[in-house]
């Protein structure tokens, strides 16, 4: 049986940590959203490689920590979420948080994105953060 969850990586020397809990994660969020998780890919990559794909499919000349290309339906989720570790470690010392907790806020960014929450008002911004906190909250009493 495929797992509906997997993590790939352009980057050979980072692997994520308690996969099954964050799978586990994963389909209960979904489970909380009204969708199923079909398939969603996690690919761990470098500044390079995620620049590279965000001047390609998304004309945009910038340096990002995410990007996720979603083909969900209204109920399914099936997603590539691309994630720059560098980047991720930059912004965890900037906000002064730990790297997996600002790993963890990145990886159900690009999951809440799947199901319908955006980013591009200040709104959309306010209410996909506190989805972000809300479901942080639930990863840590898993």
Known sequence: MNMPVSFKYQISSFKV???KLLINWFLTVAFLENKEIEKIDFVF???EFLLMLNEKFLKHKTFTDILTFDDSTK???SA??????????????YFKVG?????????????LHCCGYGDKSEKEKKRI?????????LLYQL
């Open 17 to 19: 940590k308690n996969q």
């Open 45 to 47: 990559c470098n500044d």
């Open 75 to 77: 109920r399914e989720i």
């Open 80 to 93: 590539e979420v691309y994630i720059s570790i560098p980047r991720v470690k930059e912004n965890a010392a």
């Open 99 to 111: 790297f997996i907790d600002e790993l963890h806020r990145v990886m159900i960014h690009g999951l």
């Open 129 to 137: 953060r506190r989805k972000e906190d809300e479901y942080l909250r």
